[in-house]
């Protein structure tokens, strides 16, 4: 009868020491993962703006660099669900307000570059690495607009642009829910409780329409689908200097203008490389590429500001207080919803 207690014990063994031998190829596939020459991105930035930038890290680097490209709400998510076993190494896009609700997400690392900052932008969280300076704008096609005047956000009220306005869904898109925060703050007199009431007139305006993404945004003025849109700078000044029928308007009731950001993922399989791309995206020859050719402004402080866009010091520049937004990002996003969905009934 001694093999009934043998076996138990021979099986128990058997169970360790696969255990132990998947420990070990686990191991051996993390490591071998962290010496791959190669980088995975996660971005929501628009295709012209990532490639260049992505072309003169590899060539710098000699690092082979993957990019999956989605709105930042879908790809905020997938980071979410993949904390155990992170596809990513960076993710490299999305405002502040956006990101920093999210920062338990991303390893902390300041960039060789961080005395070149510009003070207000520096990353003192530890994983929140500011990259580029953006103003929220409307984008207005000028083919369409007709002789309609567009100063700000009392001009999207216009019964005549009924159900000509873009607009992406504030929870999928950070530039979205940035010109929330510049709606509320700016209609309310800088009392963001105040400025539902522009948000309720403006769905109705809408007329059941809000877009997915920012890109839709962008694309669907420019390509005529609808007269103006709320956007992001560089979003517009793109077809600007392209040549397309779109102008900027920089909203006469307070502009805000803020950094959106790049992030290494915790635990990200290539963590070496991140951090090369990190001090790339920050140096001086990045930034001056960005402001020379991709129309965004530099969070530099060595680094001119682009041509063709208006001095930001011209620019009726207001401010949140990040504190608030950061209390009420979801309740504001729930709030938005429902008044979004009231207006079509």
């Given at each position: 009868?001694?093999?009934?207690?043998?076996?138990?014990?021979?099986?128990?063994?058997?169970?360790?020491?696969?255990?132990?031998?998947?420990?070990?190829?686990?191991?051996?596939?993390?490591?071998?993962?962290?010496?791959?020459?190669?980088?995975?991105?996660y971005?929501?930035?628009?295709?012209?703006?990532?490639?260049?930038?992505?072309?003169?890290f590899?060539k710098?680097?000699?690092?082979?660099?993957?990019?999956?490209?989605?709105?930042?709400?879908?790809?905020?998510?997938?980071?979410?669900?993949?904390?155990?076993?992170?596809?990513?190494?960076?993710?490299?896009?999305?405002?502040?307000?956006?990101?920093?609700?999210?920062?338990?997400?991303?390893?902390?690392?300041?960039?060789?570059?961080e005395?070149?900052i510009?003070?207000?932008?520096?990353?003192?969280?530890?994983?929140?690495?500011?990259?580029?300076?953006?103003?929220?704008?409307?984008?207005?096609?000028?083919?369409?607009?007709?002789?309609?005047?567009?100063?700000?956000?009392?001009?999207?009220?216009?019964?005549?642009?009924?159900?000509?306005?873009?607009?992406?869904?504030?929870?999928?898109?950070?530039?979205?829910?940035?010109?929330?925060?510049?709606?509320?703050?700016?209609?309310?007199?800088?009392?963001?409780?105040?400025?539902?009431?522009?948000?309720?007139?403006?769905?109705?305006?809408?007329?059941?329409?809000?877009?997915?993404?920012?890109?839709?945004v962008?694309?669907?003025?420019?390509?005529?689908?609808?007269?103006?849109?709320?956007?992001?700078?560089?979003?517009?000044?793109?077809?600007?200097?392209?040549?397309?029928?779109?102008?900027?308007?920089?909203?006469?009731?307070?502009?805000?203008?803020?950094?959106?950001?790049?992030?290494?993922?915790?635990?990200?399989?290539?963590?070496?490389?991140?951090?090369?791309?990190?001090?790339?995206?920050?140096?001086?020859?990045?930034?001056?590429?960005?402001?020379?050719?991709?129309?965004?402004?530099s969070?530099?402080?060595?680094?001119?500001?682009?041509?063709?866009?208006?001095?930001?010091?011209?620019?009726?520049?207001?401010?949140?207080?990040?504190?608030?937004?950061?209390q009420?990002?979801?309740?504001?996003?729930?709030?938005?919803?429902?008044?979004?969905?009231?207006s079509?009934?």
């Open positions: 009868m001694r093999w009934k207690k043998i076996v138990p014990l021979v099986l128990s063994l058997f169970v360790l020491t696969g255990a132990l031998a998947g420990c070990g190829s686990n191991k051996q596939a993390a490591e071998k993962k962290a010496n791959e020459n190669k980088l995975v991105i971005c929501p930035h628009p295709i012209a703006f990532i490639n260049p930038l992505v072309k003169a590899e710098e680097s000699g690092i082979k660099v993957e990019v999956i490209a989605a709105g930042s709400g879908e790809l905020l998510k997938r980071v979410e669900s993949e904390q155990a076993h992170p596809v990513a190494d960076i993710f490299w896009g999305g405002s502040l307000n956006t990101m920093k609700p999210k920062a338990n997400l991303f390893a902390n690392y300041k960039s060789v570059n005395e070149h510009q003070k207000e932008f520096r990353n003192v969280e530890g994983p929140l690495t500011r990259f580029t300076d953006i103003p929220s704008v409307i984008m207005v096609n000028t083919n369409l607009i007709g002789n309609i005047p567009v100063t700000g956000y009392k001009s999207l009220l216009n019964p005549a642009l009924k159900g000509k306005i873009a607009m992406a869904d504030p929870s999928k898109s950070s530039s979205s829910y940035e010109h929330l925060i510049n709606m509320l703050y700016a209609m309310g007199k800088g009392n963001p409780n105040d400025g539902w009431w522009y948000v309720k007139a403006l769905c109705k305006n809408l007329n059941g329409k809000l877009l997915s993404g920012s890109s839709a962008y694309k669907g003025v420019a390509d005529g689908e609808y007269a103006v849109g709320l956007t992001f700078e560089e979003g517009g000044a793109r077809y600007v200097a392209d040549g397309a029928p779109v102008k900027i308007v920089y909203m006469t009731e307070g502009v805000i203008s803020q950094p959106d950001g790049v992030y290494i993922i915790k635990n990200a399989p290539h963590m070496a490389n991140a951090k090369k791309f990190i001090d790339f995206i920050t140096s001086k020859q990045a930034q001056t590429l960005i402001t020379q050719h991709l129309h965004r402004r969070v530099r402080d060595d680094v001119p500001a682009p041509k063709g866009l208006i001095p930001k010091k011209d620019i009726h520049i207001i401010h949140e207080n990040e504190q608030v937004v950061n009420n990002k979801q309740a504001w996003l729930n709030k938005f919803k429902d008044i979004f969905t009231a079509q009934q």
